[in-house]
T-cell receptor, first 113, second 113 residues
Framework: GENVEQHPSTLSVQEGDSAVIKCTYS??????FPWYKQELGKRPQLIID?????GEKKDQRIAVTLNKTAKHFSLHITETQPEDSAVYFC????????????FGSGTQLTVLP | DGGITQSPKYLFRKEGQNVTLSCEQN?????MYWYRQDPGQGLRLIYY???????QKGDIAEGYSVSREKKESFPLTVTSAQKNPTAFYLC????????????FGSGTQLSVL
Protein backbone atom coordinates (compact mmCIF):
# COMPACT_ATOMS: atom_id res chain seq x y z
CA GLY A 1 0.00 0.00 0.00
CA GLU A 2 0.84 3.67 -0.03
CA ASN A 3 3.34 5.09 2.48
CA VAL A 4 3.66 8.85 3.02
CA GLU A 5 6.55 10.39 4.91
CA GLN A 6 6.43 14.02 6.01
CA HIS A 7 9.24 16.32 7.16
CA PRO A 8 9.94 18.17 9.32
CA SER A 9 7.79 17.19 12.28
CA THR A 10 8.16 20.69 13.76
CA LEU A 11 9.00 23.97 12.09
CA SER A 12 9.40 27.44 13.55
CA VAL A 13 9.69 30.53 11.38
CA GLN A 14 9.68 34.24 11.96
CA GLU A 15 6.59 36.12 10.90
CA GLY A 16 6.96 37.19 7.29
CA ASP A 17 9.38 34.40 6.40
CA SER A 18 8.55 31.43 4.18
CA ALA A 19 7.83 27.88 5.33
CA VAL A 20 8.30 24.67 3.36
CA ILE A 21 6.97 21.23 4.31
CA LYS A 22 7.97 18.19 2.29
CA CYS A 23 6.33 14.81 1.72
CA THR A 24 7.36 11.71 -0.16
CA TYR A 25 5.08 8.90 -1.30
CA SER A 26 5.77 5.34 -2.34
CA UNK A 27 2.99 4.34 -4.76
CA UNK A 28 3.66 5.61 -8.27
CA UNK A 29 -0.05 5.14 -9.07
CA UNK A 30 -1.07 7.90 -6.63
CA UNK A 31 -2.49 10.87 -8.48
CA UNK A 32 -4.12 13.08 -5.87
CA PHE A 33 -2.23 15.00 -3.18
CA PRO A 34 -4.16 17.19 -0.69
CA TRP A 35 -2.89 19.27 2.21
CA TYR A 36 -4.95 19.72 5.37
CA LYS A 37 -4.48 22.32 8.10
CA GLN A 38 -5.52 21.59 11.68
CA GLU A 39 -5.50 24.48 14.11
CA LEU A 40 -5.28 23.66 17.80
CA GLY A 41 -8.47 22.02 19.00
CA LYS A 42 -10.16 22.28 15.60
CA ARG A 43 -11.01 19.99 12.71
CA PRO A 44 -8.63 19.43 9.78
CA GLN A 45 -9.53 21.55 6.78
CA LEU A 46 -8.44 21.17 3.19
CA ILE A 47 -6.29 24.12 2.18
CA ILE A 48 -4.99 23.07 -1.23
CA ASP A 49 -4.76 19.97 -3.39
CA UNK A 50 -2.99 18.98 -6.59
CA UNK A 51 -3.41 16.26 -9.16
CA UNK A 52 -0.58 14.46 -10.89
CA UNK A 53 -1.18 16.13 -14.24
CA UNK A 54 -0.11 19.47 -12.72
CA GLY A 55 3.34 20.39 -11.45
CA GLU A 56 2.43 23.39 -9.34
CA LYS A 57 -0.66 25.07 -7.94
CA LYS A 58 -0.97 28.37 -6.11
CA ASP A 59 -3.64 29.95 -3.96
CA GLN A 60 -2.62 33.36 -2.61
CA ARG A 61 0.22 32.73 -0.12
CA ILE A 62 0.07 28.96 -0.43
CA ALA A 63 1.56 26.83 -3.18
CA VAL A 64 2.10 23.13 -3.70
CA THR A 65 4.66 21.58 -6.02
CA LEU A 66 4.76 18.00 -7.24
CA ASN A 67 7.67 16.00 -8.63
CA LYS A 68 6.24 12.73 -9.95
CA THR A 69 9.61 11.34 -10.96
CA ALA A 70 11.03 11.73 -7.48
CA LYS A 71 7.63 11.01 -5.87
CA HIS A 72 7.64 14.00 -3.62
CA PHE A 73 5.48 17.05 -3.12
CA SER A 74 5.86 20.16 -1.01
CA LEU A 75 3.77 22.88 0.60
CA HIS A 76 5.12 26.41 0.44
CA ILE A 77 3.71 29.21 2.59
CA THR A 78 5.03 32.70 1.91
CA GLU A 79 4.81 35.79 4.12
CA THR A 80 3.81 33.69 7.09
CA GLN A 81 1.42 35.11 9.66
CA PRO A 82 0.62 34.03 13.23
CA GLU A 83 -2.68 32.51 12.03
CA ASP A 84 -0.66 30.09 9.88
CA SER A 85 0.42 28.35 13.10
CA ALA A 86 -1.13 24.89 12.98
CA VAL A 87 -0.44 21.24 12.20
CA TYR A 88 -0.26 20.55 8.48
CA PHE A 89 -0.90 17.09 7.03
CA CYS A 90 -0.08 15.90 3.55
CA UNK A 91 -1.83 12.92 1.99
CA UNK A 92 -1.78 10.84 -1.16
CA UNK A 93 -4.02 8.39 -2.98
CA UNK A 94 -5.15 7.14 -6.33
CA UNK A 95 -8.36 9.12 -6.64
CA UNK A 96 -11.34 7.29 -8.05
CA UNK A 97 -10.30 3.86 -6.86
CA UNK A 98 -10.98 1.84 -3.76
CA UNK A 99 -7.65 2.98 -2.36
CA UNK A 100 -8.04 5.46 0.44
CA UNK A 101 -6.08 8.53 1.45
CA UNK A 102 -2.84 7.86 3.30
CA PHE A 103 -1.78 10.73 5.55
CA GLY A 104 1.66 11.89 6.58
CA SER A 105 2.48 12.22 10.27
CA GLY A 106 2.00 15.98 10.35
CA THR A 107 4.13 19.11 10.77
CA GLN A 108 3.62 21.52 13.65
CA LEU A 109 4.26 24.96 12.20
CA THR A 110 4.83 27.82 14.63
CA VAL A 111 5.04 31.37 13.33
CA LEU A 112 6.92 33.55 15.80
CA PRO A 113 5.90 37.21 16.07
CA ASP B 1 -20.29 25.37 11.95
CA GLY B 2 -22.53 22.76 10.37
CA GLY B 3 -22.06 20.14 7.70
CA ILE B 4 -20.71 17.25 9.73
CA THR B 5 -21.33 16.86 13.43
CA GLN B 6 -19.64 14.55 15.91
CA SER B 7 -20.80 13.85 19.42
CA PRO B 8 -19.93 13.76 22.19
CA LYS B 9 -16.88 16.01 22.27
CA TYR B 10 -15.40 14.07 25.19
CA LEU B 11 -16.09 10.45 26.12
CA PHE B 12 -14.81 8.22 28.86
CA ARG B 13 -14.75 4.44 28.68
CA LYS B 14 -14.59 2.02 31.55
CA GLU B 15 -12.79 -1.30 31.36
CA GLY B 16 -14.76 -3.85 29.33
CA GLN B 17 -17.25 -1.31 28.09
CA ASN B 18 -18.33 -0.64 24.54
CA VAL B 19 -18.86 3.01 23.59
CA THR B 20 -20.38 4.54 20.49
CA LEU B 21 -19.30 7.74 18.79
CA SER B 22 -21.83 9.57 16.69
CA CYS B 23 -21.24 11.16 13.27
CA GLU B 24 -23.96 12.91 11.28
CA GLN B 25 -23.64 14.87 8.04
CA ASN B 26 -26.08 16.97 6.03
CA UNK B 27 -23.82 17.49 3.03
CA UNK B 28 -25.49 14.77 0.96
CA UNK B 29 -22.16 12.95 0.76
CA UNK B 30 -22.20 9.27 -0.10
CA UNK B 31 -18.83 8.48 1.48
CA MET B 32 -18.03 8.62 5.18
CA TYR B 33 -14.85 7.80 7.07
CA TRP B 34 -13.53 7.27 10.58
CA TYR B 35 -9.96 8.22 11.44
CA ARG B 36 -7.96 7.85 14.61
CA GLN B 37 -5.45 10.56 15.56
CA ASP B 38 -2.72 9.93 18.13
CA PRO B 39 -0.29 12.63 19.29
CA GLY B 40 2.54 13.11 16.82
CA GLN B 41 0.99 10.76 14.31
CA GLY B 42 -1.01 11.21 11.18
CA LEU B 43 -4.60 10.21 10.65
CA ARG B 44 -5.12 6.47 10.44
CA LEU B 45 -8.18 5.05 8.73
CA ILE B 46 -10.41 2.81 10.83
CA TYR B 47 -13.44 2.18 8.61
CA TYR B 48 -15.05 3.78 5.60
CA UNK B 49 -18.32 3.55 3.77
CA UNK B 50 -18.94 4.52 0.17
CA UNK B 51 -22.66 3.84 0.22
CA UNK B 52 -25.50 3.00 2.58
CA UNK B 53 -25.44 -0.55 3.99
CA UNK B 54 -21.87 -1.10 2.90
CA UNK B 55 -18.58 -0.43 4.66
CA GLN B 56 -14.96 -1.53 4.48
CA LYS B 57 -12.15 -2.01 6.97
CA GLY B 58 -9.35 0.50 6.98
CA ASP B 59 -5.82 0.05 8.23
CA ILE B 60 -6.65 -0.30 11.94
CA ALA B 61 -10.16 -1.82 12.14
CA GLU B 62 -9.48 -4.34 14.91
CA GLY B 63 -11.51 -3.57 18.03
CA TYR B 64 -13.92 -1.25 16.21
CA SER B 65 -17.26 -1.71 14.48
CA VAL B 66 -19.50 0.54 12.36
CA SER B 67 -22.89 0.61 10.72
CA ARG B 68 -24.29 2.64 7.83
CA GLU B 69 -28.06 2.35 7.91
CA LYS B 70 -28.66 5.91 6.75
CA LYS B 71 -26.77 8.12 4.33
CA GLU B 72 -26.45 10.83 6.95
CA SER B 73 -25.12 8.70 9.80
CA PHE B 74 -22.01 6.59 10.37
CA PRO B 75 -21.60 5.66 14.07
CA LEU B 76 -18.40 4.07 15.35
CA THR B 77 -18.39 1.61 18.25
CA VAL B 78 -15.18 1.16 20.18
CA THR B 79 -15.42 -2.32 21.62
CA SER B 80 -13.77 -3.82 24.69
CA ALA B 81 -11.46 -5.66 22.27
CA GLN B 82 -9.72 -2.36 21.51
CA LYS B 83 -7.02 -2.39 24.19
CA ASN B 84 -5.65 1.07 23.56
CA PRO B 85 -8.67 3.21 22.75
CA THR B 86 -7.43 6.55 24.09
CA ALA B 87 -7.20 8.83 21.06
CA PHE B 88 -8.87 11.63 19.15
CA TYR B 89 -11.43 10.27 16.68
CA LEU B 90 -12.32 12.16 13.54
CA CYS B 91 -15.21 11.50 11.21
CA UNK B 92 -15.15 12.75 7.63
CA UNK B 93 -17.38 12.72 4.59
CA UNK B 94 -16.85 13.26 0.90
CA UNK B 95 -17.91 12.41 -2.62
CA UNK B 96 -18.05 8.73 -3.40
CA UNK B 97 -15.03 7.00 -4.92
CA UNK B 98 -12.83 10.08 -5.19
CA UNK B 99 -11.33 10.53 -1.70
CA UNK B 100 -11.14 14.19 -2.59
CA UNK B 101 -12.06 17.28 -0.57
CA UNK B 102 -12.96 15.53 2.64
CA UNK B 103 -14.94 17.46 5.23
CA PHE B 104 -14.07 16.62 8.81
CA GLY B 105 -16.08 16.74 11.99
CA SER B 106 -14.75 18.46 15.09
CA GLY B 107 -13.72 15.18 16.70
CA THR B 108 -14.32 13.13 19.84
CA GLN B 109 -11.63 12.70 22.48
CA LEU B 110 -11.97 9.23 23.99
CA SER B 111 -10.22 8.44 27.24
CA VAL B 112 -10.10 5.34 29.41
CA LEU B 113 -11.07 5.57 33.08
Amino acid sequence: GENVEQHPSTLSVQEGDSAVIKCTYSDSASNYFPWYKQELGKRPQLIIDIRSNVGEKKDQRIAVTLNKTAKHFSLHITETQPEDSAVYFCAACYSGSARQLTFGSGTQLTVLP
Amino acid sequence: DGGITQSPKYLFRKEGQNVTLSCEQNLNHDAMYWYRQDPGQGLRLIYYSQIVNDFQKGDIAEGYSVSREKKESFPLTVTSAQKNPTAFYLCASGFRATNEKLFFGSGTQLSVL
